[in-house]
């Protein structure tokens, strides 16, 4: 053993090599307070190598780079755990920065003759600070996609070269597939070359002037090795259980909807430590012509300032300063930072802002759900939408929500059992429910809580909701205006039909109450004067009906049991149509020129849903009721794709994979 070290010792003077690492002197002995440079290169330690495994999975690609993204956080053995790291390590990484800053400063270790040191050090925050910007886009997540924009496009405000400059950042004039390859050489080429550089030297340097002691010097020098080792070690492990805890407890690191260039965010943000800056820009002096000053001036002289320190720090006085300015800094970003989480969740917008987080966090959920349940054909974008689950509703709440509901709400209420957990919310907004203010709680929870069953509830504070006990649902909907038709869900089923025919149900707002339709045939010469003293058998064949009737529309909820009451569907046709005589006023089985009523022929169906949506003024539907619904697909408001997707929306017609 001792001839192999002999051996290797003499060939790379190996004993040296490690007797003046572990030997240098510490003035006044080791301290706690000294590990931050050591963490600090450790974390970086961790991020080359997950960086490198992440890089074998990963695509760098505006067609896939989302997709190998998703590969590697639900597919790959480990994937989640990987990229966990990753994720979580850089998110801890500022904070150690910032604490050996601060510790450099308050220690007066920035002075002479350690200046150029020290602008390394400086020159390794911002490095890193950009590596934490440029992966933010890698994922290709709506997120990424659209806070990298907006950091982009300040750059176009940079003195004389701002334009070439922004074209040269995001490779080109359009914002995209260039600006992702071009991010991805930086982050995980350029960059990091950089930064080996530059630690290489600041250790170097570092070794070179030594410990500036930590005043007042109370205790006897000692060596690096083993106080100092000792208590390095300890702080990396410390950090690295931390990031373990936080990497398990969230399953990684979140992955939003894939990025679509069409659907603006409403919700982009950048990460955490740049909040200040994004808050600190919308400041009221900085709108319009003023953006340069609160994005380039100003933060340009902030950190000059930071570099021109070790000169201030000359004079006694100078070093109290610089002292003073940096917690001055600081806590002018605390600040920033809380007023800007404020703003998303008490704020103006605050409600645009949640809409984005909740419509992201479903469709992130679903698009991984379908992905994993059908795989993906060409991207994972068109997977999504060609979903009618997101996309039906999505449509629904734009063009419908106007005059229908759905179960109350506008369709994009978001269920907390199965389209998002609580959990991912107040993770995905970075807040306790306590901000979900502007909200809306559901009938259901409202019901358990008050006894009260009422519409769709805006609740002041959904801190109180999950205070007082779990609920299921919550709407991202603002309070809508009346409603002026039917409310859809589960149009067409048994329960729905069978409750149109109930003559106080059809003149509730759920069906025609607030419609032209309360005074129509349908509720004046059918339901009130007739159905209304129907005896025990002839309810019983209204019930058959709307078995009957429901069975047209072939849903896919109710396959088993359409096939399973054949005969009693069978009965309810006769009754339809000898019996009761609703063909009396509506086609059924046939087209009927002089029908008043809409034509029941496959009611509910996809075809029906259809044909109503593109053309209500179609003579088998409500011919003179033209003043009313738009007739979508005549008038070119939606193509036949989009109203497809509605009416499998409505239908329940989609695969419902679990996650
Ligand atoms: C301007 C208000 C308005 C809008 C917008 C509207 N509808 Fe309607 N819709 C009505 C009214 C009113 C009726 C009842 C029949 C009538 O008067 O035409 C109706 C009827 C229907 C029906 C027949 C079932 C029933 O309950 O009567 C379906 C299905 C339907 N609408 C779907 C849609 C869909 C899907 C959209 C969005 C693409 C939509 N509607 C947009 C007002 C509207
Ligand atoms: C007196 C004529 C008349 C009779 C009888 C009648 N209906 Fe209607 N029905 C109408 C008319 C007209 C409408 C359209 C709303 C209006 O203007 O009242 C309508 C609407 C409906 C609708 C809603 C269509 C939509 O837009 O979604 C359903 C469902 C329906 N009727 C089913 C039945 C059934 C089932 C029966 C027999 C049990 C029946 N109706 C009997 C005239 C009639």
Not at 135 to 162: C, H
Not at 253 to 275: K, N, T, V
Not at 329 to 348: I, P
Not at 414 to 422: E, G, I, N, Q, R
Request: hydrophobic share 45%.
């Amino acid at each position: 053993m001792k001839s192999l070290i002999d051996w290797l010792d003499h060939r790379t003077g190996i004993r040296r090599l490690t007797r003046e690492a572990l030997f240098e002197n510490i003035p006044g002995g080791s301290r706690w307070r000294y590990v931050w440079g050591s963490t600090l290169t450790f974390t970086i330690f961790v991020q080359f190598i997950t960086g490198i495994f992440l890089w074998m999975g990963y695509s760098a690609s505006s067609g896939d780079a989302w997709e190998s993204v998703n590969y590697i956080q639900n597919e790959m053995t480990g994937g989640w755990l990987l990229r966990g790291i990753h994720h979580w390590t850089a998110q801890i990484m500022p904070v150690l920065l910032l604490l050996h800053l601060m510790q450099v400063i308050v220690d007066g270790a920035y002075k002479a003759p350690r200046e150029v040191n020290y602008w390394f050090g400086v020159l390794l925050l911002l490095l890193v600070l950009a590596l934490s910007l440029t992966g933010y886009l890698l994922p290709w997540d709506q997120k990424g996609f659209w806070a990298t924009k907006v950091a982009t496009n300040l750059i176009n405000l940079v003195p004389f070269v701002g334009p070439e400059l922004q074209q040269l950042v995001i490779g080109g004039t359009e914002y995209g597939h260039h600006t992702l390859t071009r991010f991805f050489a930086l982050h995980a080429g350029v960059l990091p070359g950089l930064l080996v550089l530059l630690i290489v030297g600041h250790v170097y340097l570092f070794r070179r002037h030594g410990i500036t002691p930590a005043e007042p010097v109370t205790k006897r020098d000692a060596y690096f090795w083993p106080d100092q080792v000792f208590k390095d070690v300890v702080a990396c492990l410390a950090v690295t259980v931390a990031v373990l805890a936080v990497v398990l407890w969230s399953h990684g690191a979140h992955l939003g909807s894939p990025a679509d260039p069409s659907e603006p965010y409403s919700a982009a943000r950048p990460d955490w430590y740049f909040l200040f800056l994004f808050q600190f820009l919308k400041l009221p002096f900085f709108a319009g012509e003023n953006e340069v000053w609160g994005a380039i001036y100003i933060p340009g002289m902030a950190v000059a300032l930071i570099c021109l320190m070790p000169f201030i720090g000359r004079w006694k006085v100078g070093h109290v300063f610089n002292v003073g300015i940096i917690f001055v800094f600081l806590g002018g970003a605390g600040a920033l930072t809380y007023l800007a989480k404020q703003e998303d969740v008490a704020g103006q917008n605050s409600e645009t802002y949640l809409r984005g987080v909740l419509s992201d966090s479903r469709d992130a959920q679903r698009v991984t759900a379908l992905a994993k349940a059908k795989g993906i054909e060409s991207t994972a974008l068109s997977l999504l939408k060609n979903d009618p689950k997101t996309q039906g509703a999505r449509l629904f709440a734009q063009h419908c929500a106007s005059c229908h509901r759905y179960g109350g709400h506008d369709g994009l209420a978001v269920d907390l059992a199965t389209d998002v957990t609580p959990d991912d919310l107040a993770k995905r907004t970075g807040m306790t429910s306590r901000f979900l203010s502007g909200d809306a709680v559901h009938p259901d929870w409202l019901a358990r809580k008050t006894g009260t069953q009422d519409e769709w509830q805006p609740v002041k504070s959904i801190l109180k909701a999950k205070a007082e006990g779990p609920f299921d649902v919550i709407a991202s909907v603002s309070p809508l205006e009346k409603p002026s038709a039917p409310d859809l869900k589960g149009f067409a089923s048994r329960q729905w039909i069978r409750d149109l025919l109930d003559p106080d149900q059809y003149l509730s707002a759920r069906y025609f109450g607030d419609t032209a339709h309360r005074d129509g045939a349908m509720y004046k010469k059918f339901l009130n004067r007739k159905v209304r003293k129907y005896d025990a058998d002839e309810l019983k064949m209204l019930d058959a009906i709307a078995v009957a009737l429901s069975a047209q529309a072939k849903l896919p909820a109710q396959a088993a049991r359409d096939q399973a009451d054949a005969a009693l569907i069978r009965q309810g046709v006769q009754h339809l149509i000898d019996d009761i005589g609703c063909v009396d006023c509506h086609a059924f089985g046939e087209p009927d020129p002089d029908a008043d009523g809409p034509d029941l022929t496959g009611y509910g169906s996809r075809q029906w849903i259809i044909d109503i949506v593109k053309n209500p003024e179609h003579k088998k539907f409500y011919p003179d009721n033209n003043d009313r619904m738009p007739a979508f697909g005549v008038k070119k408001i939606l193509t036949d794709a989009e109203i497809g997707l509605i009416a499998d929306w409505l239908r329940g017609d989609y695969p419902e994979p679990t996650r």
